[in-house]
Structure formats: structure tokens, C-alpha cells
């Protein structure tokens, strides 16, 4: 069974069960997803609001993936994509220069600050072996307090101490024609890049003598280093790439989705992430579908609790039991060999049975 099989079969059993919740507690199920699925894409509008909900999603899940595949648990996609975006949007608040030069020097420093948060776990994986999930999980709670401090000391809005001062118009990913050709929606710039990380991921990690070293580390660590390759600087390098990715997220979320950045606030498209490079079985392409499969729930499930009164966490319950399935995806594919197996013992049972009827008559 392949992975694409197996992200189907977790999508519909996740349905089945959202189903199932939607009927339990007295709602139409068919009328729930049609006004789902109308809420994500019913209109050009609604179709461009998906794609920007599911840009950050598509580099977090991106950035996990990443890790993941060369042998790594990036946990702290949050806080990459915390700090990078905050590192963006401290760029987009200080520096005056032409919009397309400010934008790039935004992209660029949403990156480093990312792979710079990212890259500290990575040292403390192959230098002393400390795991990364332990390490990342306290990288994001340090972005979190960093931004909640400096924030408000060096770049408080106007009226609020709880977020930065707004971006001006031209340090946002923010296109007006891009916005037209979807009815006023707030899709931006950030979508291309998404698509652009997605394209460059796939090629490092399946054209590339880095990619090869890469996923060779993540297959077997002892192997790899046998082999001659520099174990302990892939684990940096890997991580790096990780965040730098993760940063391209904040980027794309405080300077695209958003116009300013709260404090206080993890952003969950971090943790989503984890959900979406699941679906997507790590794979770059696998991640973009699997991201906007999510976009559309997310901006779908407003519009179906206004039209039918279903709750909201009915979406959030689907998305939950699909990561489930996604995540035990070893169980179902065990499920479908047992069933393959039994499939074919049946006419050979079958045979042998009317055979032995024979050999009975026969010596009768």
C-alpha cells in the first residue's frame, strides 16, 4: 500500500467519523460538509482566503517533513516561525528601502531567524546528543518570552501594548492585483513563496548529493558515518533548513496574513504542521496538498456553523481523528496485508477442500 493510499484511507475515515459526530448530536452530515466545503470554495474570494490559510501550514508541514526525513522531530516549528516572523516584521518596522529590495531583505531575515533558532537544537543533537524534541519544545517557549518583551520595548503599537506597530503597505506581501483576480480575498505573495519552497525542497531532497547525504542520515545514523558522511554536520545543517523554512512561515503570516505581531500567542500553524507533514506523508508535494486540504476546513468551518448551527469543533474533531489515522497509517496498512493475504489463501482453501471431497468418494 502506498502513502497516497494511506493519506486517502486517514481523510476518509476521518469524514466517516466527523460524520458519525455530526449525526450523534443531532445534525445533517451532508448538509455539514456541503456548507464546509462551500465555506473553503464557494466563490473566488473564498477559494483565495483558503490558499492564504494554508500558506503558513504549507511551510510549517514543509519544514517538519524536512526534518523528519532526515531523520529528525522538529517540534519547534512555532517558535521558528514565531521568531522569523518577528524578524521580519522587525526589518519591515526599521529599514527604509525601495519595496521590492524591503520585501527580499524581509524574506531573508524571516529565513536566517528561523534557521538560527532552529540551528541551536541541531548542535545540541550532534554535539552532546541531546533529543530534539526536548530541545525544540523549550526553543519555542524562549521565542515566545523573546517576542513578548521586545515587543512591547522597542516596537509597541500605537494603541496596543499587546502587539507590534502595523506594517507600512510596502513591507506587506500584500498585491492588489492578486487580491482582484480573487474578489478582494487577502491571498498575498506569501502563497509563491510556499509554492517556490515546496519546488526547492523537492529538488534538495531528491536531486541533490546533499539531499542523498541528508536522507542517508536520517535511514541509519551509523551507516551514514561509515560511509563517510559528515554525520554531525548534516544534523545541523538539517535543522537549519528546518527553520529557515519555519521562518519563511512567520513571514508569510505576519507580514501576509496579518499586518502586525501579537504577543503572547504561539502560532498553532506549528504545531498544524505536524498534522499536515503527517497527511503528506513528508513528502514536499504530499505537504502542499495536504495543506490545503486543511485550508479548506479551517476556512470552511465558520461558514458551516453559521449556515447549520454545527459547531466549529466538529471541523476541529475531523482534523484530529485524520491526524490519527495519518499517524497509526502502519496499522491500517497491516489491516490491508492481513486481508490481501487471506484473499489469496481463499481459493487455494477452496481448492483443497473440494479436492479432499474427491479423494473421500474416490476411496469410497
Known sequence: ??????????????????????????????????????????????????????????LTGLSVAFAFRTGLFNIGAAGQMLFGGFCATA??????????????????AGFIGGALWALIPGILKA??????????????????????????????????????????????LHA???SDMFQGSYINLGFFIGVVAVLVVAFLINKTTLGYELKAVGFNRHSAEYAGIAVKRSIVLSMF??????????????????????IGVLPSQGF??????????????????????????YSGRGFM???????????????AIIIYF???SILIERLFRKWKVRKSRAPHSAANKKQGEREHVDNA
Not at 528601502?97 to 524591503?102: D, I, M, W
Open 1 to 58: 500500500m502506498n502513502n497516497s493510499i494511506k493519506s486517502l484511507l486517514a481523510v476518509l475515515f476521518g469524514l466517516l467519523a466527523g460524520a458519525l459526530l455530526m449525526a450523534v448530536t443531532g445534525h445533517n452530515p451532508v448538509e455539514g460538509y456541503k456548507f464546509l466545503i462551500q465555506g473553503g470554495l464557494k466563490s473566488p474570494e473564498r477559494i483565495g482566503n483558503t490558499l492564504a490559510t494554508a500558506t503558513p501550514l504549507i
Open 91 to 108: 526589518v519591515g518596522l526599521s529599514v527604509d528601502l525601495p519595496r521590492a529590495l524591503l520585501l527580499a531583505l524581509m524574506v531573508l
Open 127 to 172: 554535539r552532546y546528543n541531546v533529543h530534539e524534541v526536548v530541545s525544540t519544545i523549550m526553543m519555542n517557549w524562549t521565542a515566545y518570552w523573546t517576542v513578548y518583551y521586545v515587543i512591547p520595548g522597542y516596537f509597541k503599537g500605537e494603541s496596543l501594548e499587546t502587539e507590534s506597530r502595523q506594517l507600512p503597505p510596502e513591507a506587506m
Open 176 to 178: 492588489s492585483w492578486l
Open 241 to 262: 533548513i528546518a527553520g529557515g523554512i519555519a521562518g519563511l512561515a512567520g513571514v508569510a503570516q505576519y507580514a501576509g496574513n496579518a499586518s502586525s505581531l501579537q
Open 272 to 297: 498544524d504542521g505536524i498534522a499536515v507533514a503527517l497527511l503528506g506523508a513528508n513528502a514536499p508535494l504530499g505537504v502542499m496538498v495536504s495543506a490545503l486540504f486543511f485550508g479548506v476546513l
Open 305 to 319: 456553523n453559521a449556515m447549520t448551527e454545527i459547531p466549529p469543533e466538529i471541523a476541529d474533531s475531523i482534523i
Open 326 to 328: 495519518a499517524a497509526t
